[in-house]
């Protein structure tokens, strides 16, 4: 989890150079943010999330608390949330852009991910 969560920080919001910009409001945020991207960030995007699912997986399946579909919802809300973070944080990065289809992506990766990780456990089916 640590490893996944290193590797998306370090891949959204390097360089680390924060900057408040000038006029920072509602209506900045909504003129800055953009849909759309290439194909292959799409793939990237999907990508750098599946191990962020499948490690969130592993560690909610081990408290034991929950079932697959409620897992499976917990790692949907978090990678959603974690994505829409990684692309406000984003607003405050000059180099970068933020994308709706970035949150979609990743957050598809995570779901994934759990996903994967369910199919592929053999001690669950």
Do not use: H
């Amino acid at each position: 989890m640590i490893a996944s969560l290193s590797a998306i920080v370090a891949a959204t919001i390097s360089p680390f150079n924060f900057t408040i910009p000038t006029g920072f409001s509602y209506e900045y945020i909504l003129d800055k943010f953009r849909f759309g991207s290439t194909l292959k960030d799409y793939w990237q995007n999907i990508l750098l999330f599946l191990p962020f699912g499948i490690s969130l997986a592993v560690a909610i399946l081990r408290q034991r608390l929950v079932n697959r579909p409620i897992a499976i919802a917990i790692i949907s809300v978090t990678s959603i949330l974690l994505s829409s973070t990684i692309e406000m944080t984003q607003l405050l990065l000059p180099s970068r852009v933020s994308n709706l289809s970035d949150i979609i992506c990743n957050s598809l990766g995570g779901i994934l991910g759990g996903i994967i990780y369910f199919w592929r456990d053999p001690k669950r089916r």
